[in-house]
Every structure is written in C-alpha cells, then in structure tokens.
C-alpha cells in the first residue's frame, strides 16, 4: 500500500497524461497536426487504458483506417454485389470529403473519421460462406481493417456474423434478408440496417389480402439456405393464420439452380393461384423467365415478397407488370424525402443509372456507422458498439431511424411497390410504383422471439 502511494506521487499515470493532453488539445481545438497526412488535422481520440482487442488499436494507427468487403462479384448475385459495392464506394468518397449528404446522416464528420482517411478493400465471395471467410481473414491480418462488410447470401451474413464476434472487429452486414441474422444467429459485433423476411411478410400480407382476398392457394420457390427458409416461413404464416391461405407446394432448389423445370413442372400440378417466389438474384430472374416459359405466368398470379434489385430490368417489366412486391428502397423516393433525393443525384452522377435498393442500404449502413465512430470519439470497437447500441435517432433516406439494441436490427420503413406496365413507365428505370411507405416498428417481431443473445463485447 505504502509503495503504490509513493509510486502515485512520483510518477505520472497514463490515465493522468491522456487527460492532461486532452485537456490541452481542448483548448486547440481538440487537433493535431500531422504535416504526413493527406488528413493532417485529426481530433485527439482515446480509449483510455483499454487493452487491445481485435485490430484495436493497431488497425487504427497512422492516417488510414482499411474497412473491407467481401461481396459477390462472380456467381447467382454478382449483380447484386457490384450494386452494393457501389454504395459502399460512394459512403467512402463522402466520408473522406465530408460531403453534405453524408454529413446529413453523420453530423460530426468532417473529412474522414477522426482525422483519418477510410480505405475501401473488396473481395469477392461468390456468395459463398467460407470464401467470404477466408478474404476477410486476410484483411484482418494484412491490413488490419476495423470494419468488415458484405453478404449478399444471408449465409455470408450469419458466417461473418459469428466470424466477427469470434474476432472481435465490427461487422455490418449489406443485405440480408434471413430472420436469423438478427435472430438466432445475432451477435454484439453484427449489426444490419435493411429489412428482412418477418417484415417483408408483416408489410406484404395486408396487402395481397387486400388484393386478393382470403382463402387462396399458393405455390412457394424457396432457396435452400437460411434467407429462402426463413422468408418463405413467416410469409406463409402470415397469410395462413390471417386469410386462411394454403401452401399447396414449396418448392425448394440450391443457390445457383439454372433449369428449374421439376420445380415448375409440380407447381403447374398443384393448383395453386398465385406464384410466391422467394428466390433471389440469378435465380429469381431465371426462375420467373422459365415459369413464363412453362405458362405458369400470367395463369398464376406472380408475388415477389422479398424485392430483387434489377429483378423487373433484367426480366423485362412485362413480366413484373402488376407484381406486388416488399422492397427496402426505390429510387421514386426522392420525392418524399430529401436525403433519398441527394442520394439518388450522387448515386446517379457517379455511376450512370437510378441506385437499386443494395446500393442504398450500403450506403446509409456506412454513414450510420461513421455516426457511431465521431460519436463514440474512437474506433475502440466497444465504444462504437455502445454509440450503435444507444437507440439515438438517425437520419437516413428513408425518413428517421434508429438501432434496437437488444438485437442490432434497425427500426426502418419497408416499402410496398407494384410493377408497372411498359406503356405506364415514364423513362427507362421507372420500373415499380410505390404504393406504401410501412412504419417499421409494427412490422417488427419482439427482440427476443427469433432467440437473440447478443454475447460479450470483450
């Protein structure tokens, strides 16, 4: 005891000196200067007397701080993924140039974060969990990244998501639509901004009963892996236990299916009226083309619960004409919100046509995360999750927003589109009409009914 006394008198703790300097830089304007930097004016931030944890705090040392994706760029969602590393693209061009839009979402920021410049790495995963793995991996240990992104497949998410809590560096997802990302698969390092199968079927199912009315038979096309299973899932418990439809076949086909022959073959046997197709990406595109081809389309009503980015491009809208769909983002937005409308002029200037909804939700989940960065005042990885965990209202293109806490899951609108006739189209990209802007919230199941528990942050 008498010896930690004295030691206190003489000698300087760390604590003490990173208050002391903090202080000092206070009264500067809480800056340094580093003449090294393209970045040079960088406000003093610290985790005070944390030890390391992660690529903290190696991977924030000198001027740039490496973030990373892993996204499909070959493979059934390649198009998809170039859509949303496009979004991520532009989130690192505004955070670095402290655009207005960006600054919108972010209010702290100012060029970079903290001082630093953000650099974009990107790899891709074929949408293949272990691939997205492995490059991550060798992010981590080559370029020390404090933050990891990409899925396309809610497969990548979920691995990534357990990938991250087991490394302890943030992981924000891009798309992922599995009920399990913030469910039972979630964890205190994961955290996702779209929306996913309870909502979609929660937004989509008042309105196909409206439609259609009660009592109707429906045939499934489901993806074999968490997303498609999950989707499929609390979509037709919807419409069973709210109008009395009836599943009469699902149909079930691997990642990556070309001929879906068998699978159309039995739907055209089982009855059914309508036509829910919860594939994704290639395949829906395929899947629609083929079920066209067999005349299963226009005699069964097509639904596509869960919205495909490029889908009514790719299958000609003549046959998404009618198509009532749950989508996270549509372009036409700009006319009811201001950010959606500085989003889709940057988005557009940049790359040549009207952002789909991956790029939109890359977009903003990068903005919310540099949010969480100037606010915590660090890139200590604890700290940021508590800034993501404090319930604080954000700003974003689709109106206000906001983290639940107990799962990571954002509070968001799911937006309700139908497709348009070609004659009904006013420009080339005026593909869907949006019908309903859903609050988020009730849309939304309990935190802990899909079997969320976060785990540690240390």
Request: proline share 6%.
């Given at each position: 005891?008498?010896?930690?006394?004295?030691?206190?008198?003489?000698?300087?703790?760390?604590?003490?000196?990173?208050?002391?300097?903090?202080?000092?830089?206070?009264?500067?304007?809480?800056?340094?200067?580093?003449?090294?930097?393209?970045?040079?004016?960088?406000?003093?931030?610290?985790?005070?007397d944390q030890p390391p944890i992660g690529t903290w705090p190696e991977g924030s040392k000198g001027d740039t701080v490496n973030?990373?994706?892993a996204v499909p760029r070959t493979g059934t969602y390649a198009v998809q993924g170039e859509?949303?590393?496009?979004?991520?693209?532009?989130?690192?061009?505004?955070?670095?140039?402290?655009?207005?839009?960006?600054?919108?979402?972010?209010?702290?920021?100012?060029?970079?974060?903290?001082?630093?410049?953000?650099?974009?790495?990107?790899?891709?995963?074929?949408?293949?969990?272990?691939?997205?793995?492995?490059?991550?991996?060798?992010?981590?240990?080559?370029?020390?990244?404090?933050?990891?992104?990409g899925s396309t497949s809610s497969a990548v998410a979920v691995a990534l998501n357990k990938f991250a809590q087991r490394e302890k560096v943030l992981y924000v997802t891009g798309i992922s639509g599995s009920n399990d990302t913030t469910g039972k698969d979630c964890v205190r390092y994961?955290?996702?901004?779209?929306?996913?199968?309870?909502?979609?079927?929660?937004?989509?199912?008042?309105?196909?009963?409206?439609?259609?009315?009660?009592?109707?038979?429906?045939?499934?096309?489901?993806?074999?892996?968490?997303?498609?299973?999950?989707?499929?899932?609390?979509?037709?418990?919807?419409?069973?236990?709210?109008?009395?439809?009836?599943?009469?076949?699902?149909?079930?086909?691997?990642?990556?299916?070309?001929?879906?022959?068998?699978?159309?073959?039995?739907?055209?046997?089982?009855?059914?009226?309508?036509?829910?197709?919860?594939?994704?990406g290639r395949d829906a595109v395929l899947s629609i083309q083929q079920a066209k081809q067999f005349g299963i389309i226009p005699k069964m009503t097509l639904v596509v619960p869960y919205q495909i980015p490029f889908l009514a491009k790719e299958t000609g809208p003549e046959?998404?004409?009618?198509?009532?769909?749950?989508?996270?983002?549509?372009?036409?937005?700009?006319?009811?919100?201001?950010?959606?409308?500085?989003?889709?002029?940057?988005?557009?200037?940049?790359?040549?046509?009207?952002?789909?909804w991956g790029a939109n939700a890359c977009y903003n989940q990068f903005a919310f995360w540099a949010n969480a960065v100037e606010t915590a005042g660090t890139f200590y990885p604890p700290a940021v999750i508590k800034a993501l965990e404090s319930g604080a209202k954000l700003q974003s293109t689709v109106g206000e927003v906001h983290f639940r806490p107990e799962d990571h899951q954002l509070v968001r609108p799911v937006i309700i589109v139908r497709g348009k006739k070609p004659a009904d189209m006013k420009n080339k990209e005026d593909f869907w009409e949006v019908l309903e802007v859903l609050p988020g919230e009730p849309l939304m199941q309990k935190p802990d009914a899909f079997g969320c528990k976060l785990g540690e942050t240390t």
């Amino acid at each position: 005891m008498t010896q930690r006394k004295s030691h206190s008198r003489t000698s300087v703790s760390r604590r003490a000196v990173l208050k002391h300097t903090a202080a000092a830089a206070a009264g500067l304007g809480a800056l340094y200067l580093d003449l090294r930097s393209p970045f040079p004016y960088a406000p003093l931030a610290f985790a005070e007397d944390q030890p390391p944890i992660g690529t903290w705090p190696e991977g924030s040392k000198g001027d740039t701080v490496n973030v990373a994706a892993a996204v499909p760029r070959t493979g059934t969602y390649a198009v998809q993924g170039e859509d949303e590393l496009k979004g991520w693209e532009l989130a690192v061009e505004h955070i670095n140039e402290g655009n207005d839009l960006l600054k919108k979402i972010a209010p702290k920021v100012t060029k970079g974060l903290l001082g630093k410049k953000v650099n974009l790495l990107a790899a891709d995963s074929a949408a293949k969990p272990n691939q997205a793995v492995q490059a991550i991996q060798t992010f981590i240990n080559q370029n020390k990244i404090i933050l990891l992104t990409g899925s396309t497949s809610s497969a990548v998410a979920v691995a990534l998501n357990k990938f991250a809590q087991r490394e302890k560096v943030l992981y924000v997802t891009g798309i992922s639509g599995s009920n399990d990302t913030t469910g039972k698969d979630c964890v205190r390092y994961g955290f996702r901004q779209n929306f996913y199968g309870e909502t979609a079927a929660n937004a989509i199912g008042p309105v196909l009963v409206k439609a259609f009315g009660k009592n109707r038979k429906a045939a499934f096309m489901t993806p074999d892996y968490t997303y498609g299973h999950t989707v499929t899932k609390s979509v037709n418990e919807y419409l069973a236990q709210n109008a009395g439809w009836t599943m009469v076949t699902n149909q079930v086909s691997p990642l990556g299916t070309q001929d879906f022959s068998q699978y159309l073959t039995n739907i055209a046997n089982s009855g059914a009226e309508f036509l829910v197709n919860v594939n994704w990406g290639r395949d829906a595109v395929l899947s629609i083309q083929q079920a066209k081809q067999f005349g299963i389309i226009p005699k069964m009503t097509l639904v596509v619960p869960y919205q495909i980015p490029f889908l009514a491009k790719e299958t000609g809208p003549e046959l998404t004409a009618g198509v009532y769909a749950a989508t996270d983002f549509w372009w036409t937005l700009e006319d009811k919100y201001p950010l959606a409308k500085m989003f889709v002029e940057a988005f557009d200037k940049k790359y040549g046509y009207k952002p789909e909804w991956g790029a939109n939700a890359c977009y903003n989940q990068f903005a919310f995360w540099a949010n969480a960065v100037e606010t915590a005042g660090t890139f200590y990885p604890p700290a940021v999750i508590k800034a993501l965990e404090s319930g604080a209202k954000l700003q974003s293109t689709v109106g206000e927003v906001h983290f639940r806490p107990e799962d990571h899951q954002l509070v968001r609108p799911v937006i309700i589109v139908r497709g348009k006739k070609p004659a009904d189209m006013k420009n080339k990209e005026d593909f869907w009409e949006v019908l309903e802007v859903l609050p988020g919230e009730p849309l939304m199941q309990k935190p802990d009914a899909f079997g969320c528990k976060l785990g540690e942050t240390t």
